[in-house]
């Protein structure tokens, strides 16, 4: 069985939610105070079912693993490390050459991000265009934008550098 929806299986997301959150029976589901948001009126559900969690104020839901995620602050790895360790599920050791891999092409991706981040900040009509088109400043930062020079190997030589 694969391992995620073996921890699925396992474990009672209204127990593991129910730690963080008080919770109150309402019919089939499970209902408490959003931990994302603040509210007066409870708009958290939690689905025992169908193992889904939702939020009718803020529309944040998912899995389990999608709550630890968001309520812990860590990415996919450490919330599925954290609930194998709870639901006694043993996973499958990391390959470190395949990490090794991973751990490459992530940084390839951050440089070339940047790269094209800075392009954008360095063409001024590419910036005009944007303000035009209702995108603040802020905006821009806020989502990293970048832009593509009109040269397919720019990026190349960038990166060889």
């Excluded at 193992?51 to 919330?79: K, P, Y």
């Excluded at 040269?151 to 030589?157: E, G, K, T």
Aim: aromatic residues 12%; contains cysteine; glycine residues 6%.
């Amino acid at each position: 069985m694969d391992p995620i929806e073996e921890i699925k299986n396992k474990i009672d997301i209204v127990e593991l939610i129910g730690e963080y959150v008080k919770l109150q029976k309402v019919g089939a589901n499970w209902r408490g105070l959003c931990p994302f948001h603040h509210e007066k009126n409870p708009s958290f559900y939690v689905n025992p079912e169908r193992q889904i969690w939702h939020c009718f104020g803020c529309s944040r839901g998912g899995s389990i693993f999608n709550f630890i995620m968001e309520i812990e602050g860590v990415d996919f790895g450490t919330a599925l490390r954290m609930l194998a360790q709870r639901a006694g599920v043993q996973l499958r050791p990391v390959d470190k050459k395949l990490q090794s891999q991973k751990e490459i092409l992530f940084k390839i991706n951050q440089a070339a991000a940047s790269f094209f981040e800075r392009n954008l900040w360095q063409k001024k009509e590419v910036l005009e265009y944007l303000k035009e088109r209702g995108l603040s400043k802020k905006t821009i930062k806020e989502f990293h934008l970048g832009f593509a020079l009109d040269s397919f190997d720019s990026l190349n030589n960038y990166l060889k550098a």
